[in-house]
């Protein structure tokens, strides 16, 4: 599903953010990312939604050769994607139902359909309640929630999730991830990049570990749950 | 696109000019002084061109003959209206000169020249495009036969640098203010842009079309456009229809000449009416796309 081969990174002339990197995450996995600040946990997330491009190497997602694709096909693989971002990136003008709504407007999905897939979806998430609430008026374990939703909608094949409890309180930090395996169980490779060692401790799974843009272990650890 | 998409996206566009009210008034107003001028540039060059049109029909070639035989006169006046370019020739015969020259200094001085008339047989000439009157007067010239040929030569040179002027000007004018346009509407939608940054971005994370992300501003820069256009045509052909109305009750001749000159609004309202609006809505487009390209790069 998602493979790294020998991939190096700079970001223009600067020095090596990413050196020599090789991945491989089968469909279905749970797999953590961690490392330090700056040891290039984000520079792989970058990588992953073709915001940027491997300097030397090639990253492959999903069938798709992301060193080769073309800019026309940018849209196309990231519809093939489920993001959630550590800052939620909701629009505070739209309602929670509308958030989640957009991502499938901006695909060019059937006004009906839009209306059978949000509500289902925003069940799922726990969300139902509070469809025609805005951003501001939700807590930010609900906004994530939100976030996890708008991610889920187009039914991805692969969630990327960076620092997704970044921002929330460890209580809500719970419950996000406890989420994010009940999506990982239902089929969905799910891969989160986090700091967080104690919630990585707790659910245990595959942990990649980045340091000094190397990948220093690649181990499983058991869940203490 | 599916149609609930297009009405979507329309009326993205649409709510971004009413959420921004101030912005909207104040560009619509710098847009619309811009069309304004626009017009007024237009309308000051088609209707000087009407005028200098009509004053170069006021002038005319006058070409002086020998004393030639019917024969040779008859294969002169072949010659003469062959040349391109003649919107009139009227012959005055001689005896037609010394009538005329009897009407305007009284037949006693005439007296006695009707048996030995002085006067030469000639031609008087209207040519239809004064730019061409050097060629016209040297074909007039190698007619046998021709022994003068009087020409305005100073006045067509004049007339021609007028209109080149005027026509150098309107084009420098109206490219500026297209210029000051494109300015005005790409800042306003970099304005909105920049408040919908984030909107993009995420637009480009789940995936969607460039073309897609720029409907609604277009959108946005086309309706503004227009919109300035329909004040623009408002006032341009108030203004226009005012300044008929004023000439018209000048007494002045000279004042009266140029009325009668004038182009009626019932024969340019249309084109005031296009170039308005396709000037409003292609700038205002092109500038919105100029506007977010910036931001399409995530």
């Known amino acids: 599903m998602i493979e790294f081969k020998n991939v190096d990174f700079a970001y223009e002339s600067d020095s090596l953010v990413l050196e020599n990197i090789n991945l491989k995450i089968n469909d279905g996995e749970f797999v953590f990312i961690v490392g330090s600040s700056g040891a290039g946990k984000s520079s792989i997330f970058k990588l992953l939604r073709r915001e940027e491009v491997a300097t030397k190497g090639e990253v492959i997602v999903g069938g798709y050769n992301l060193s080769r694709l073309s800019n026309k096909d940018i849209p196309t693989y990231r519809r093939t994607l489920g993001v959630v971002f550590q800052d939620f990136r909701l629009i505070k003008s739209m309602t929670v139902y509308e958030n989640v709504a957009f991502a499938l407007r901006v695909t060019n999905v059937s006004s009906r359909d839009i209306r059978r897939r949000v509500p289902y979806i925003l069940g799922l998430v726990g969300l139902g309640p509070k469809a025609k609430k805005y951003p501001d008026q939700i807590s930010g374990g609900e906004q994530q929630r939100v976030s996890l939703a708008r991610a889920l909608v187009n039914n991805p094949a692969l969630i990327i999730a960076d620092e997704p409890t970044g921002n929330i309180d460890p209580a809500l930090a719970f419950d996000i991830m406890h989420l994010l395996f009940e999506i990982n169980r239902a089929g969905t490779t799910v891969l989160v990049v986090t700091h967080d060692m104690k919630l990585v401790d707790k659910f245990g799974g595959r942990v990649i570990t980045i340091e000094n843009g190397k990948v220093e272990s690649d181990v499983v650890k058991e869940s203490k749950l | ?298």
């Not at chain 2, 540039?41 to 006058?62: F, G, H, K, P, T």
């Not at chain 2, 022994?147 to 005027?166: D, F, G, H, W, Y």
């Not at chain 2, 995420?202 to 277009?218: D, E, H």
Request: net charge negative; hydrophobic share 50%.
């Open chain 2, 1 to 298: 696109m599916r149609g609930g998409t297009f009405r979507y996206l329309s009326k993205q566009g649409l709510s971004s000019l009413s959420k921004n009210k101030l912005m909207t008034f104040a560009s619509i107003g710098v847009l619309s002084a811009c069309l304004f001028l626009i017009s007024a540039a237009l309308l000051l060059s088609v209707n000087l061109n009407s005028i200098i049109r009509y004053v170069e029909e006021q002038n005319e070639i006058v070409i002086f003959l020998d004393d030639l035989s019917e024969e040779k006169l008859a294969e002169a006046d072949n010659q003469i209206r062959a040349i391109e370019g003649l919107n009139s020739v009227t012959f005055v015969s001689k005896a037609d000169a010394l009538k005329e020259q009897a009407a305007e200094l009284g037949d006693a001085i005439l007296e006695g020249l009707q048996d030995d008339n002085p006067l030469p047989d000639s031609y008087r000439i209207k040519i239809s495009a004064y730019t061409d009157l050097a060629l016209t007067v040297s074909s007039l010239e190698a007619i046998e036969g021709v022994i003068q040929v009087n020409a305005p030569s100073n006045l067509a040179e004049t007339l021609a640098s007028i209109r080149q002027t005027v026509l150098i000007i309107s084009i420098s004018v109206v490219t500026a203010l297209i210029l000051v346009t494109m300015v005005v509407i790409a800042n306003t939608i970099k304005l909105t842009v920049f408040a919908r940054k984030l909107e993009i971005n995420i637009m480009k994370q789940v995936g969607a079309r460039n073309n897609f992300i720029r409907f609604p501003f277009m959108i946005e820069g086309g309706t503004l456009g227009f919109l300035a256009a329909v004040v623009s045509i408002i006032f341009s052909l108030s203004a226009y229809q005012a300044i008929l109305a004023l000439t018209a009750k000048e007494s002045a001749s000279w004042m009266s000449a140029v009325y009668n000159n004038l182009i009626p609004l019932a024969d340019l309202w249309w084109i005031i009416v296009i170039i308005n609006i396709t000037i409003g809505v292609i700038t205002g487009v092109i500038s919105t796309i100029a506007s977010v390209k910036k931001h399409l790069k995530v």
